[in-house]
């Protein structure tokens, strides 16, 4: 069965600093992975995605992760945060058939101090 | 941008009463998923369609949910009678029939539920 574990619930940075999101999965086989941001009271909006081709993906707003299989990790990282950062961001897991589940983690919320 | 539309945005509701929700995916997209987020945790896949057809309804609480999509277009989410501990934010997700996107899928703004 496949699972994703992200931890720390809340993050907190400086705005400018480095973000760092950290994210593992579990998987049989090869796995996909994305990362999703979530703003107050709307739906989730894909950031990247892994899908076996670079292992170092780069996203919409600066953000980018790297897949390093030798540690079943795939963390989210920004060099430099800003104030619209403040979200909850989602790591998700599938195998990448048509019909296979995508399981999301339990989310991360991103705080950006001024 | 073509985008997946929900309705109602809010509801509030009663302890026993029924509610509904709708989706329209993006036009052309056969795959249409509705999940459903408890606050502080990630969504969970309650039903998955292709076309008109249910793929997954395995984490549907099939004694008070209920799902269609007649025509393999839009959706309707139902609940009947609400309880207190269906009070989430109900997403609606739809993904392309086949375009090497894999699994990606696009969402909704989601409607949140209250149950008094």
């Known amino acids: ?26 998987s049989s086989v090869p796995p996909y ?3 999703y941001v979530q703003y107050p009271n709307q739906g989730l909006q894909l950031l990247l995605k892994y899908t076996s081709a670079a292992t170092l993906v780069k996203g919409i707003n600066g953000f980018e992760a790297e897949f390093k ?17 403040a979200a909850e961001y989602f790591c998700a897991v599938t195998q990448g058939g048509r019909d296979d589940k995508i399981i999301f ?10 | 941008e073509a985008e997946v539309a929900q309705s109602p945005r809010y509801k509030i509701t009663e302890k026993s009463q029924a509610v509904a929700f709708w989706c ?7 795959t249409l998923y509705w999940y459903r987020q408890i ?6 896949l309650l039903v998955q369609f292709q076309d008109e057809s249910v793929v997954d309804d395995s984490q549907l609480p099939k004694d ?3 799902a269609e999509r007649l025509k393999g277009v839009d959706s309707t989410l139902k609940i009947q009678p609400a309880e207190l501990g269906d009070s989430a934010m109900y997403l609606c997700a739809s993904s392309p029939r086949d375009s090497g996107l894999r699994n990606e899928q696009f969402f909704g703004p989601g409607t949140r539920l209250t149950v008094l």
Not at chain 1, 69 to 85: G, I, N, V
Not at chain 1, 105 to 114: A, E, Q, S, W
């Open chain 1, 33 to 35: 992975l994305f990362w």
């Open chain 1, 105 to 114: 983690g339990k989310g991360t919320r991103l705080h950006i101090l001024p």
């Open chain 1, 69 to 85: 299989k030798s540690e079943t990790s795939f963390h989210l990282t920004k060099p430099s945060a800003h104030m619209s950062d």
């Open chain 2, 39 to 44: 606050l502080g945790q990630g969504p969970e």
């Open chain 2, 24 to 30: 329209d995916p993006i036009s052309g997209h056969a």
């Open chain 1, 1 to 26: 069965a496949q699972s994703v574990t992200q931890l720390g619930s809340h993050v907190s940075v400086s705005e400018g600093a480095l973000v760092l999101l950290r994210c593992n999965y579990s």
């Open chain 2, 64 to 66: 008070r949910f209920s």
